[in-house]
């Protein structure tokens, strides 16, 4: 092939080019090229016509010109002219300037493709070549359109020139690239499949990449490739290195293609038929076997194409993780890279072993490796592989090694890079929690977190000590006394003082008996370091101190003291001005009672995914650790907190290993545990607020952010919320998100139960969608307004509601509403109101069904709507005498439920009270001639009739257990209060 | 205040360096070649903010000056300065081009010492440096103290501009009046806008200390004398103001020779001026602009492959003045594959590299008109975008100011020497060129 730069170099051009390269300043440049410009039109222009050589220059010259930046709108009709010219290097210079220059769009468009077609169709394999590489090059949609249907024919064609059909299948791939709709090899894909088995490596090569690109999308299509790709894999592995002449590079046989091959056996599970496995199982051991050989030369590319082929058929194993003996092999020649002098050899090794760790076959062996990670962690000089370093000790972690883990990792982070600090804080934070078997071991540890790398100690990580410190009984005591101990320090961090501030105010009073933290001590220690704090740590502070008066009432006038002073009643702040106030008027006009509520302990923390682990992902995206070695993460933690002890953890072990059902499972649970939280947090923070009326809504405003910040869903959690709810009903058709309404959540019952003794609050939430309600009742008539929030950006299409009454519901209970808004906007809440009206008394409750839906997934909710029979109460006032006439009146045995039941809340006489009334009822004092017990007089007001109801509560405080006797004029309605009441204490 | 002063020659070589201030760092030499000198496209603002430093460059030939700062300067007088710099080197070593800055390096850094201090620009009046930075380094020795100290009083005195005994045989003078007329013409006739810049500039040979006083016909002035004469003469004044005998200046600037105060409470320019050559005043006009020239163009576009031109000028002054050095500029379409041109008086050729015809005539004179026309065959080309049809430009050269000033009278009188102003011969000459002077087509 005639080269361009030799011979009959065009001496124009080189003048023109060293021209331009002499001008000594861009004017100079732009003139020049002016010059030419016009030269070149008037050649053109010229009536008599040019040779294929003059043209051949001018072109080079415009292209010359367009490459140097300058816009060149002519010349295109010569560049296709060229094209058809029979000479190599004319066409050459045509096909390079339409590469380069025309758009898609331009009207010369159909001349190109034309001359493409000519050239297709001879017989000379340069022309074809060429040809193919410019509409490779090109790749519009177009040129798409034009050739996708003849390249296949060139590609499986008998007496197609090998080297025309590497062009082929290389340009056949990028046309499917970009236009992947127009690609169709129908017929054409078993003989595209056979050239796997071509005579020629270099087709084979190329043939691999379009196979791997095109089985990616229909890997049925393409599954006989497996055994061919097996067969092949299997001659190169056991060629000697000189059978392969053109194609042994550095002693390596074809290194590409095997990695190519290996890497398309990775589109593919194992092999079923067990010939063809135990070949390629074979073929792996070769591979193993042949990194094990002495190098067969010292050349660094020899080593490094040896080495691409092993890690790829390392991946290959991971990826198949069936094959113990191989994973172990593959663990332990990994284990040799991990000291190797290549920093690149010690990067790959880490990143392969993250993953053989996730696998339960090779999860020991990497286990045997720790030391050398550990080491690796600490003298690596290339950060990013320390990284990788931690992310294995990460992975590698489990129960028996996390002391020894944790511990070198809190060790590390104090010479830690500070790009990866706060990963590294996040994983020391889940592997504390998730291998914790003694919680104070996890306290010390956390701590030490904040003290080591207080800054990069993100929110998530501190809400999360607290929550399981409130959460665990035995570890309070301990944990009050280690961050007395740790805010001892001169300068400590202010995330301490918040965890300190929060874990004192609560417990301070467990630790109270040590005259070395006597709560004055506490209180000064606290107050010292509020002045060195920012805004939400005082705020912090100051809700420890209202504690602090509740829990010690010795302190009080010191707390009032503080708060008392200029700096708190008047600071410049809004929000610690208001805490200030309310807090100090609190404390001075309630009863020690209402503080004493106002101010409880605050209850357990319902269970659910950490949030650090969330925090993590989201850090990491899609990373180097695998996410269903993550979902396994996150099932052992919630088991272990729990205290669901060791089997059901194991169990979750062994599944997560096999990847797909397993998932289901999991997001089963934890979807659940999400409504759980959410509803839970909803109905904890009305409760404050109804109860402690204004001087509290302070402190609640605290519960409340801080609930908040806790209860933030967790994305994977939620993501499997509304899956859940379908996938727990047995049937198959509501499963599949059919036009049934979805049963109602199994939550729903324990949702109903919340709204008994209130009328406002978050009936619902996940990720989506938040419902929240707000109801009043007078006498049989009731009205509740529903708020349904998009919590997303994106609308909710197709938004529907509808209420319906199941059974006997229907002759008893009328409910009214108007249809809401189709479209629901991201962020927007739309109103619905319903009126109730109550015909006679009723047991069950109406189910509310939503529907809408959102991002293409239709989303199907189907809730009980918290309509009791108790919302129609009228209280009545009463005598004593009164009441123990009625009571007496009503003595027949049907007219009587009573219920003795255990406590499961706290037994406060405060809280009590407050969820009577709540119930409808007036609550009478003074009757029962035991002061301890509740007596409750009220009518149920349906159309059809009135029903009187008493009610007694007997609270047994040593006990803990409640006796409630309800006696009303009607049997059905004694037995449904009694449930619903038993439920709430 | 200025940080820094750089000269470059045009492959961005560094000439000279001489940097006034700390905050100026050794990179900002390179932040300016690699911004501004070699940019990929051409760089049109003459300020470049760089990283938060301020780039004023003036380009001469193939010589770029740039003064550096990091503070809030006036970029007026940072200009003003880097003007001055380049009158200073032109009148120590003629034109300023590479070599001629390589063979003077040494004496450019002293006169950088001398005119900026800390980046403040001090005198930079050439007559007054002369007399202490001298070509000839040994004339030092000879200068006795007592030359010494006449130096230093002159430069830091009250008069610093001149020095004492000065003396002439014979005592001349010339003014210039040198202006640059710039036009934008719409294809009717229209004009669309016009403004005229003018300079005075003076060359004075006048022993001792001569005080001198300068009279044009500004409008102010006549108006005033007129209306202190109508009130004596009263009738004889209404026929001098029929013909275009006064000017309206819309603003003006002297060298710092001339007395402000006096010109602010009589509007009388009156000054002491240097020895040899200086600018006395710079002035601006847009009303009543005589345009020496008319452009009348004719484009037809005949198919898309051919394009017909004529252009026809004429000259609108005096029959018995002549213009010189006139060129005319007439685009052509990015797409011409060749041009014909018929012209009936001076040369026109085509040039590519410039797209355009340039059509010159090497003199001409007033109230004639002349005309070209071209033919321009055109490469269809397959870009849809019409030609953008840049206007005509023109350059000339006539022997008249074409805002319409007139020196009235330029009096010097030198109380302590024996010459009055009878003796001074004074020479005076208008020159009117060529700014922006265009025509739509």
Known sequence: MPAVSKGDGMRGLAVFISDIRNCKSKEAEIK????????????????????????????????????????????????????????????????????????????????????????????????????????????????????????????????????????????????????????????????????????????????????????????????????????????????????????????????????????????????????????????????????????????????????????????????YDSEPNLLVRACNQLGQFLQHRETNLRYLALESMCTLASSEFSHEAVKTHIETVINALKTERDVSVRQRAADLLYAMCDRSNAKQIVAEMLSYLETADYSIREEIVLKVAILAEKYAVDYSWYVDTILNLIRIAGDYVSEEVWYRVIQIVINRDDVQGYAAKTVFEALQAPACHENMVKVGGYILGEFGNLIAGDPRSSPLVQFNLLHSKFHLCSVPTRALLLSAYIKF??????????????????????????????????????????????????????????????????????????????????????????????????????????????????????????????????????????????????????????????????????????????????????????????????????????????????????????????????????????????????????????????????????????????????????????????????????????????????????????????????KFFQPTEMASQDFFQRWKQLSQPQQEAQKIFKATHPMDSEVLKGKLLGLGTALLENVDPNPENFVCAGVIQTKALQVGCLLRLEPNAQAQMYRLTLRSSKESVSKRLCELVAEQF | MIGGLFIYNHKGEVLISRVYRDDIGRNAVDAFRVNVIHARQQVRSPVTNIARTSFFHVKRSNIWLAAVTKQNVNAAMVFEFLYKMCDVMTAYFGKISEENIKNNFVLIYELLDEILDFGYPQNSETGALKTFITQQGIKSQLQTKEEQSQITSQVTGQIGWRREGIKYRRNELFLDVLESVNLLMSPQGQVLSAHVSGRVVMKSYLSGMPECKFGMNDKIVIDKQGKGTADETGKSDLGGSSGKQSIAIDDCTFHQCVRLSKFDSERSISFIPPDGEFELMRYRTTKDIILPFRVIPLVREVGRTKLEVKVVIKSNFKPSLLAQKIEVRIPTPLNTSGVQVICMKGKAKYKASENAIVWKIKRMAGMKESQISAEIELLPTNDKKKWARPPISMNFEVPFAPSGLKVRYLKVFEPKLNYSDHDVIKWVRYIGRSGIYETRC
């Open chain 1, 32 to 319: 020049r090229i002016n010059k030419e410009l016009a030269n070149i039109r008037s050649k053109f222009k010229g009536d008599k016509a040019l040779d294929g050589y003059s043209k051949k220059k001018y072109v080079c010259k415009l292209l010359f010109i367009f490459l140097l930046g300058h816009d060149i709108d002519f010349g295109h009709m010569e560049a296709v002219n060229l094209l058809s010219s029979n000479k190599y290097t004319e066409k050459q210079i045509g096909y390079l300037f339409i590469s380069v220059l025309v758009n898609s769009n331009s009207e010369l468009i159909r001349l190109i493709n034309n001359a493409i077609k000519n050239d297709l169709a001879s017989r000379n394999p340069t022309f074809m070549c060429l040809a193919l590489h410019c509409i490779a090059n090109v790749g519009s949609r177009e040129m798409a359109e034009a050739f996708a249907g003849e390249i296949p024919r060139i590609l499986v064609a008998g007496d197609t020139m090998d080297s025309v059909k590497q062009s082929a299948a290389l340009c056949l791939l990028r046309l499917y690239k970009t236009s992947p709709d127009l690609v169709h090899m129908g017929e054409w894909t078993s003989r595209v499949v056979h050239l796997l088995n071509d005579q020629h490596m270099g087709v084979v090569t190329a043939a691999i990449s379009l196979i791997t690109c095109l089985s990616q999308k229909n890997p049925e299509e393409f599954k006989t490739c497996i055994s061919l790709a097996v067969s092949r894999l299997s001659r190169i592995v056991s060629s000697a290195s000189t059978d392969l002449q053109d194609y042994t590079y550095y002693f390596v046989p074809a290194p590409w293609l095997s990695v190519k091959l290996l890497r398309l056996l990775q589109c593919y599970p194992p092999p079923e038929d067990g010939a063809v496995k135990g070949r390629l199982v074979e073929c792996l051991e070769t591979i193993l076997n042949k990194a094990q050989e002495p190098p067969k030369s010292k050349k660094v590319q020899h080593s490094n194409a040896k080495n691409a082929i092993l890690f790829e058929a390392i991946s290959l194993i991971i990826h």
């Open chain 1, 549 to 870: 008066i509740n829990l010690f009432p010795e302190t009080k006038s010191t707390i009032q003291e503080v708060l008392r002073s200029d700096s708190q009643i008047r600071n410049s702040d809004v929000e610690l001005q208001q805490r200030a106030v309310e807090y100090l008027k609190l404390s001075s006009i309630a009863s020690t009672d209402v503080l004493a509520t106002v101010l409880e302990e605050m209850p357990p923390f319902p269970e659910r995914e950490s949030s650090i682990l969330a925090k993590l992902k989201k850090k990491k995206g899609p990373g180097a650790v695998s996410v269903s070695e993550l979902e396994d993460g996150k099932k052992e933690a919630g088991s272990e907190i729990n205290g669901g002890g060791g089997a059901e953890s194991a169990a979750a072990a062994s599944n997560a290993s096999t990847p797909s059902p397993s998932a289901d499972l999991l997001g089963l649970r934890s979807g659940a545990a999400g409504i759980g939280s959410a509803t839970g947090a909803g109905s904890l923070l009305v409760d404050v607020f109804s109860e402690s009326g204004t001087a509290a809504t302070a402190s609640s405003g605290t519960d409340e952010n801080f609930l908040r910040d806790l209860d933030l869903p967790t994305e994977s959690s939620d993501s499997l919320l509304v899956d859940s709810a379908l996938a727990s009903d047995s049937t198959p058709s509501s499963a599949l998100g059919s036009e049934d309404p979805a049963p109602a959540l199994p939550e729903s019952d324990e949702l109903l139960h919340k709204f008994v003794c209130k009328n406002n609050g978050v009936l619902f939430e996940n990720h989506l969608l938040q419902i929240g309600i707000k109801s009043e009742y007078r006498q049989n008539l009731g009205r509740m307004y529903l708020f349904f929030g998009n919590k997303t950006s994106m609308q909710f299409i197709g938004f529907s509601t509808t209420v319906t009454c199941p059974g006997e519901l229907q002759s008893q209970l009328n409910i009214q509403t108007k249809p809401v808004e189709p479209l629901v906007e991201g962020g927007a809440q739309v109103q619905q109101v319903l009126n109730i009206e109550c015909l006679s008394d009723f047991t069950e409750a109406p189910l509310l069904n939503i529907r809408f839906r959102y991002g293409g997934t239709l989303q199907n909710i189907t809730l009980k709507l918290p309509i009791t029979i108790n």
